[in-house]
């Protein structure tokens, strides 16, 4: 057991941390999700993905913490914050290219991002990802084709950020 859970801790702790934004938390997170699969490890089906099945849990354990928490940003008195989370952003050309990327990815629609994050950054195929969120594979591609072409328009500048209401549009 051991043997397949420790490989996917990084991966687990990188998804938690996009999902929360938030390290102390996200290790939490972590920590809360692993003992969650240790102790139901017997539930598990033996024949799927072990790794699409604890990143079920993460994901489940993240939403309800999010719905929970309303997603409010944390007071951290000055005092106690880090060295890096006070330093001052580099000037570079990628740098900005990867913040903008960063924030284009917050841009997306939850199913949407939590999608792409467990295929383009987890490496999760179709399959496992579908298992992991509970959906149909089709609906997997479906989200990952428009979080990808919405991805392409917000860095080229084509796109709006979208609001949490859409607008109608009448046609005539």
């Known amino acids: 057991m051991v ?3 420790e490989p996917i801790v990084p991966a687990l702790r990188r998804y938690a941390r996009a999902l929360l934004k938030d390290r102390s938390a996200a290790d939490d997170l972590v920590q809360d999700c692993l003992e969650r699969a240790i ?3 017997h539930q598990r089906r033996k024949d799927g993905n072990p790794r ?6 993460l994901h489940n354990l993240a939403m309800s913490r999010l ?10 008195a000055l005092d106690d914050a880090h060295n890096e989370s006070l330093s001052v952003a580099a000037r570079q050309e990628d ?23 467990l295929v383009t950054v987890e490496d999760l195929s179709y399959a496992d990802t579908a298992q992991a969120l509970n959906i149909p594979i089709g609906t997997v591609m479906s989200r990952l084709s428009r979080a990808r072409e ?7 500048g084509d796109a709006q950020p979208q609001s949490d209401h859409p607008h109608l549009r009448s046609v005539k």
């Open 3 to 5: 043997k397949l859970i």
């Open 39 to 41: 102790e139901h490890w």
């Open 52 to 57: 699409a099945w604890i990143f079920a849990i």
């Open 67 to 76: 719905r929970r928490s309303g997603r409010t940003p944390t007071h951290v």
């Open 95 to 117: 740098h900005l290219q990867y913040r903008d990327l960063l924030h284009a990815i917050d841009l997306l629609p939850e199913d949407q991002r939590t999608v792409l994050l």
């Open 150 to 156: 919405r991805l392409l328009k917000l860095m080229s």
